[in-house]
């Protein structure tokens, strides 16, 4: 199975920061990858998909990059409704796999 | 708009089979082209693909993550537009919030649908 390495698992910031995540594939996935955010008892929601394209509804500070084994997910001018967790999710192959989350809190 | 909603019993004993059902209203599962998903998450660990049922006429398509060596199985009924995970011999290790989700499969793949969860405790 492809191991997803995703860091920091953790980091404070304050609203109007930019803040930045990353997700390392074991090997290479091409652009398949999606990151999803998460707060607490809510369900996972989509945020970015084939690693740069921006669901639907989602606000533009949102924005992906990277392909093969590098990817970074990147929030510009942080908001109050952000402070949640982040997770990656690759599907290039099965048993698709998950980075290990990050949380964003409130500095 | 879509929605999943997860539902089964919160608490089952070591060996027993663990049985939840995913409801899902607004849509639905007469379609190839979604996977309907089964996610699970233990307390303080990551998440991990259980697997999915694809719908066909004939029987549901299904595709499971081997690291459950053959524990799991699902199955769906398109008249309640319900799809089941039935996981067997459950220990503490299957203690887990579980997820349904939809994966789309065409295209720009991506889990774009998911239901909030339930716990399911393994306990004797």
């Known amino acids: 199975a492809i191991e997803m390495t995703q860091s920091p698992s953790s980091l404070s910031a304050s609203v109007g920061d930019t803040v930045t995540i990353t997700c390392r594939a074991s090997?290479?996935?091409?652009?398949?990858l999606g990151w999803y955010q998460q707060k607490p008892g809510k369900a996972p929601k989509l945020l970015i998909y084939t690693a740069s394209t921006l669901q639907s509804g989602v606000p533009s500070r949102f924005s992906g990059s990277g392909s093969g084994t590098d990817f970074t997910l990147t929030i510009s001018g942080l908001q109050p409704e952000d402070f949640a967790s982040y997770f990656c999710?690759?599907?290039?192959?099965?048993?698709?796999?998950f980075g290990q989350g990050t949380k964003v809190e409130i500095k | 708009q879509v929605q999943l909603q997860e539902s089964g019993p919160g608490l089952v004993k070591p060996s027993e089979t663990l049985s939840l059902t995913c409801t899902v209203s607004?849509?639905?599962?007469?379609?190839?082209?979604?996977?309907w998903t089964w996610i699970r998450q233990p307390p303080g660990k990551g998440r991990e693909w259980i697997g999915y049922i694809l719908y066909s006429r004939i029987n549901g398509i299904t595709n499971y993550n081997p690291s459950l060596k053959g524990r799991v199985s699902m199955s769906m009924d398109t008249s309640k537009n319900q799809f089941s995970l039935k996981l067997n011999s459950v220990t503490a290790a299957d203690t887990a919030l579980y997820y349904c989700a939809r994966e789309v499969r065409f295209g720009a793949s991506a889990f774009d649908m998911w239901g909030r969860g339930t716990m399911v405790s393994v306990s004797s």
């Open positions: 999710l690759q599907q290039y192959n099965y048993p698709r796999t």
């Open positions: 090997q290479g996935i091409r652009n398949d």
């Open positions: 607004g849509g639905s599962l007469n379609s190839d082209s979604y996977y």
